[in-house]
């Protein structure tokens, strides 16, 4: 069973830049294309970015393209967010999820297999 551990989480001010990493346990990291979502209280989990097991594709959600990026290494099962100009908006639990299929949707939760436990985002205007 593959889990998965983020971290880089933190307190920071508008404007200012966080990294999130997420490390995958087992050898199968490569054949799973990589989420990030997040989930403020009292909202629904939302789809961040998403990168396709190769790394040749990605997606964002719109209002933070431009501001995040999402990559990964294979060879260190990790994936990674950068988010720079954060705002408060921002603010929420961040999630990574693994998903196997890879007719599955991106956006929706249930299409991912395995998830990590989660690491809080709070930016303060």
């Known amino acids: 069973q593959v889990q998965a551990v983020e971290s880089g989480g933190g307190s920071v001010q508008a404007g200012g830049s966080l990294r999130l990493s997420c490390v995958a346990s087992g050898r199968t990291f490569s054949m799973y294309d990589m989420g990030w979502f997040r989930q403020a209280p009292g909202k629904e989990r939302q789809l961040v970015a998403a990168?396709?097991?190769?790394?040749?594709?990605?997606y964002y959600e719109g209002s933070v393209k431009g501001r995040f990026t999402i990559s990964r290494d294979n060879a260190k099962n990790t994936v990674y967010l950068q988010m720079n100009s954060l705002k408060s908006e921002d603010t929420a639990v961040y999630y990574c999820a693994g998903k196997l299929y890879s007719g599955g949707s991106y956006s929706s939760p249930t299409s991912y297999d395995y998830w990590g436990q989660g690491t809080q985002v709070t930016v303060s205007s």
């Open positions: 990168i396709h097991r190769s790394g040749s594709g990605t």
